[in-house]
């Protein structure tokens, strides 16, 4: 039976990206020898990510004025490294508190300088994006989670300010154009849209950069990896070349515009269900509704079993809604296809008008 | 033609391993799903985490004394967290310089304690491990580089002390037994013995993460680590994988004992053909040959050539020397056989007879 894989990450990638992995364990680029066994100073890595860094430029519309580096560590390392690398004792940057990941950043930001938090929806259960919060223009940077995992809230605009954003865009990175000149910083753990677990994406503006406002350890300090184009110690090969493919991918489906439209099109699909349904509800304002995550609750919450069994009858996997919110949520990043999103809508639809 | 892969790092694995994770990539344990996209939740994957855990405490006949974690970032990050957590601005660590990577490793400490380098080989282009030299008893930790995969020399045992020493031992490690209650800290980047780049095996012993002297980032503190078992964020999924897969095998082939004598046995052989040879010599000090990286040097660099297009036509990949020693270098670790070996012990024997 098919699977249509909705986890909310690590996540689905293109089933094309998949097969030439998978031939690549075994024989890269005809060499005779494995991805996974080939020195990261080999010509045939070195193409692999001088090609992954021109496609994030070229995807992104990116300037020569950015840096685009592979790191490791995740997100959660991002966390500290930012404000390690930017934020000085007598400086303060805004943090905006929409969830789990912002709050970790703030966590970690606190160790090194000021922070302010502009605004939070803490109180509201993270269901909306704040807006309408005064931003000093004083501010080292602003620092936003741009799509919201847990909540499946997702900003659509920019707050209105000079101050150069910082954000983690690890959940909706690659699923749309994005106004790159606003950004001092953006980072990325690669297991949503990009790749798999193993590899996260830093975009620094130079001017940025040259704002580096301590010294610190020589892996945590980006100029190391500037510098060194990601390759001052060992890179995660296998990571970097599966995000490679999967960013070529996102090229031959029109690129950023060309999967936006999709995205809009599979979460159009998937909200008019959950609203038009008499059992189910999304609890996010709907103008900050994520195209990445798409949480939905029942209103009857002993339905709930009966309706996952159903779901994973039809083949739908890990939908089971995060902890902190509760029912059901369904990741349709960028590989999930309009079938997988058209299979799960059918089995509310059906759901709804067996019980409700 | 078949390809013996002599590369230092990203290095061989077996092909069992290539094969199992090829598969793992389309269709991971039958679940109609790729290891790639699967969450780091799921009991698929907690299932490979245990296990990676479990063959590490195996292999290494590690008590419940110890924690085995998997990180990212490379030994090059271990540098810097080790003192970060552990060595206090009035503490001090002892340091044997053996080469490159020892060199990294002190200039990281020196920025959170005292640092003393109690040995160094460097005048002598590292071609020994130093030995005789007094090691006080009030150090916080012995730092050591097991091996040394650049100039191909290797601790056969251990300095005599009772302060606990802390080993990066990223390109020997499961390549032998050790006397793991020697070690306050073991780490190793995985790309050599263990699997592919983009994990980090850290063994601590649990008194000696009591010793933590001060707060770090959350990222940065192996309490985080333990405490999570390695999940406080999306962990390197595929690394730690294939990973598991390398362990596995190592044990078929009746666990660091069996690969030790086998180890031997390539090393022998390839040590003697050089010896025995009349245009090539190792630059090594006897009781210090190093058993994972043979470094081979010609007395007339005018041949080098000649003898590099030799080897590659027999198929030996990746045995170009590292621009700190020049001529040449293999790499035999766990995964080269005796065949491997062989087929480059005959290409220079040959040589030898022509142009010797």
Known sequence: MKKYNFSAGPAILPQEVFAEASQAVVDFAGIGLSILEISHRSKEFQAVMDEAQALVKELLGLSDDFE????????????????????????????????????????????????????????????????????????????????????????????????????????????????????????????????PAGTTLVIVKKDFLAKQVREVPTMLDYNTHVGKQSMFNTPPVFAIYVSMLTLRWVKAQGGVTGVQKLNQAKADLLYSTI??????????????????????????????????????????????????????????????????????????????????
């Open 68 to 195: 685009v580096l592979f790191l490791q560590g995740g997100a959660s390392t991002q966390f500290a490294m930012i404000p390690m690398n930017f934020l000085g004792e007598n400086e303060t940057a805004g943090y905006v508190d929409t969830g789990s990941w912002s709050t970790k950043a703030i966590k970690e930001a606190k160790r090194y300088g000021g922070t302010s938090v502009l605004a939070s929806s803490k109180e509201d259960n993270f269901n909306h994006i704040p807006k309408g919060y005064d931003i000093p223009a004083d501010l080292k940077y602003l620092h936003i989670t741009s799509n919201n995992t847990i909540f499946g809230t997702e900003y659509h605009s920019l707050p209105d300010t000079d101050v150069p954003v910082v954000a983690d865009m690890s959940s909706n990175i690659f699923s749309k154009p994005i106004d790159v000149d606003r950004y001092g910083l953006i980072y990325a753990g690669a297991q949503k849209n990009m790749g």
């Open 275 to 356: 609203d038009d349904s008499s059992l189910f509800y999304n609890p996010v304002a709907k103008e900050d509704r994520s195209l990445m995550n798409v949480t939905f609750l029942m209103k009857n919450k002993d339905l709930e079993a009966d309706f996952l069994a159903a779901a994973t009858a039809a083949g739908c996997s890990a939908i089971k809604g995060h902890r902190s919110v509760g029912g059901f949520r369904a990741s349709i990043y960028n590989a999930m296809d309009l079938e997988g999103v058209k299979v799960l809508t059918e089995v509310i639809t059906d759901f709804d008008k067996k019980h409700g």
